[in-house]
């Protein structure tokens, strides 16, 4: 699709590079709602797997020259996942792509970041090598568990934060006496971000985790301001939704009116949703950066908001080699 953009005299020139997006199979309502955005047909592909469980792809259109996004979340099953993103972009680059971005809504194996005990492996710097090695020229994600991974790769990282959706939902909806949780003291800076922007006060839930996926609430900081308050925690992820029941209960106790949850990264594992069912929590909202599950689906406390404008505008940007700092407003 061609495209307009500007050149440094200020005068309209013509971008020649077509756009082309492809869904892996971890992101296909997604990328529809993208594509919608951007105005563009989603790319054809066919993604399968040999008798011995071997991904197989083939991209099913001329992408030669062409500016090349792949959108595929790195969500269970993870593995999966993660290998058919690195063949489309091998496919993708094999196929004389001008440009391949890779589109990751949700960034797995985020978590391992560093090594906080002897002989572990730093797993989001793995992905990161893995994705430059597969022949992302970019890459595109949002809100990374840790910002920091932006500097494990050597190839242009735009990192974008799903915060916005929620604030211009809860801004929408008008809602008062309302304060935002950070769920643990790692979160404090973006959660402070967030905060502002609504223009509310920010409470810290101090935490302990004593092993993988089981976390302890020490005491809550800040506990006097959510007495009387509609509470809200946000977090980037909900997984197992240990963390955020229990962050939840302690904030009731101390005399919140109500606690909600807003989440960029639904992943639900385990018996995340019926813990989140048969908790004090009213409402969880999420995005669609990884698809809900059928019991999440059926759960009358989620609410998904699609990030699909967001993204679908930012690769707009990126093809047409504009700025992002906008979309962060």
């Given at each position: 699709m061609p495209a307009a953009m500007i050149d440094r005299q200020g005068t309209n020139v013509a971008y020649s590079k077509s756009i082309k997006i492809f869904s892996g199979s971890a992101s296909t309502a997604l990328t529809a709602g993208i594509c919608?955005?951007?105005?563009?047909?989603?790319?054809?592909?066919?993604?399968?797997?040999?008798?011995?469980?071997?991904?197989?792809?083939?991209?099913?259109?001329?992408?030669?020259?062409?500016?090349?996004?792949?959108?595929?979340?790195?969500?269970?099953?993870?593995?999966?996942?993660?290998?058919?993103?690195?063949?489309?972009?091998?496919?993708?680059?094999?196929?004389?792509?001008?440009?391949?971005?890779?589109?990751?809504?949700?960034?797995?194996?985020a978590r391992q970041d560093r090594k906080d005990r002897p002989r572990v492996p730093i797993t989001a710097k793995l992905v990161s090598n893995l994705l430059v090695a597969a022949g992302a020229d970019r890459v595109l994600t949002i809100d990374l568990h840790c910002g920091q991974i932006q500097g494990f790769f050597d190839i242009p990282v735009d990192h974008l934060?799903?915060?916005?959706?929620?604030?211009?939902?809860?801004?929408?909806?008008?809602?008062?006496?309302?304060?935002?949780?950070?769920?643990?003291?790692?979160?404090?800076?973006?959660?402070?971000e967030f905060a502002r922007r609504l223009d509310v006060p920010l409470a810290i839930v101090d935490k302990r985790r004593p092993k993988e996926n089981v976390s302890e609430v020490m005491h809550v900081i800040g506990a006097e301001l959510v007495e009387g308050k509609h509470a809200l925690i946000f977090d980037d992820m909900i997984d197992t939704g240990g963390t955020l029941v229990k962050a939840a209960k302690a904030i009731k106790d101390l005399g919140a009116l109500d606690v909600m949850a807003c989440s960029t990264h639904p992943i639900f594992s385990g018996d995340a949703i019926a813990r989140i069912e048969d908790s004090v929590l009213s409402e969880v909202l999420v995005s669609d950066t990884v698809p809900l599950k059928a019991d999440a689906k059926a759960s009358d406390k989620i609410k998904v908001l699609s990030i699909a404008t967001l993204l679908g505008e930012a690769i707009r940007r990126v093809h047409q080699e504009e700025s992002l700092s906008i979309l962060f407003r």
């Open positions: 919608q955005t951007v105005e563009v047909p989603c790319g054809r592909v066919n993604v399968g797997k040999f008798s011995d469980g071997e991904i197989k792809v083939q991209i099913g259109e001329n992408i030669r020259g062409s500016d090349v996004f792949i959108v595929n979340s790195t969500c269970p099953p993870v593995n999966d996942n993660i290998m058919e993103l690195l063949i489309l972009i091998d496919a993708a680059r094999r196929a004389s792509a001008d440009r391949v971005t890779a589109v990751l809504p949700y960034f797995g194996y934060s799903g915060d916005v959706v929620f604030v211009n939902h809860l801004i929408e909806r008008g809602v008062e006496d309302l304060v935002v949780v950070a769920p643990d003291m790692g979160s404090v800076a973006r959660i402070r």
